[in-house]
């Protein structure tokens, strides 16, 4: 494509977001409200999807092992839980350990009745891994196969916690999506519908284009440029207003609303836009380029 060509491209596709101004500003509120909400909604589902991964990180299977079992026997089972791709990392502790964490939550402010055991640990055989998973919904996996290892007497494990976290992250993808969904075709039949008004405007036009030998890709790559240029602004200002209300809205919500607060540990506004930018203006060139694109081949017969 010549150079000359290109630039009138632009230019004609510019030409036509002016032409049908008060279409495409509406266009462009729309699309403004929907990347708007998707990027509010994502920043909600990114810092509450964090705060989930961090209790995660807490949820635990702990595994004890056969009394009179070998520190070797130990450490080989050690080895092959680290293996497992389940899993982040284990903590060995050992039956002294174990004894004396019971003494300080257990016997807190009653120091002589844990002083009465003496040398005499009551919790001798409670060695035991505790073993942190990459993703809680692995644990039913993970726990199978530590009873199928020869070694290890019993396993405990948060079944609750760990379907519950499951059907949690479940239900915000679920959400996520629909609510994606929707937007994107709001915002297509916008676009879609002021696309249509400015070939209806330029129909004559482009009549005479082809009588004198313009080409499909010539008559019909303005049309995809006011597309593009449409989501691409209405990308870009939603951004641009998330992004200085973000830490706003999260220190009022801190400071009015404490529980929240103290439950959700929020993300910085750096962390939020590393993802939410660039997808937010692929989402944006996308719309506009997929609505442009349907409109054409509908209504535009070159």
Known sequence: MRISTFFYTIKQGLVNIWKNKMFSLASIATMTACIFLFGLFYAIVTNFQSTVKEIESGVAVTVFFDKDISEQRIEEIGELIRERVEVSHCDFVSADEAW???KDIYFEGNEEAAASFAGDNPLAN???????????????????????I???????????????????NSLIGYISAGIILILLGVAIFLISNTITVGISVR???????????????????????????????????PLGILYVLYEKIIFYISDNFSFIGSMVKFLSVDTVFRTLLPVALILGVGIGFIGSKITIRKHLKV
Do not use: C, H, W
């Not at 020869?150 to 949690?168: C, H, P, Y």
């Open 100 to 102: 004396e964490n019971y």
């Open 126 to 148: 409670s060695a035991s891994y505790s073993i942190y998973m990459n993703d809680v919904s692995m644990q039913g996996t993970l726990v199978t196969y530590l009873k199928s």
């Open 203 to 237: 129909r004559e036009e482009i009549g005479i284009m082809k009588l004198i030998g313009a080409t499909d890709y010539f008559v019909r790559a303005p049309f995809v440029v006011e597309g593009i240029v449409i989501g691409l602004i209405g990308a870009a200002i």
């Open 150 to 168: 020869d070694g290890i007497r019993d396993v405990k494990q948060s079944e609750l916690v760990a379907n519950t976290l499951t059907d949690f």
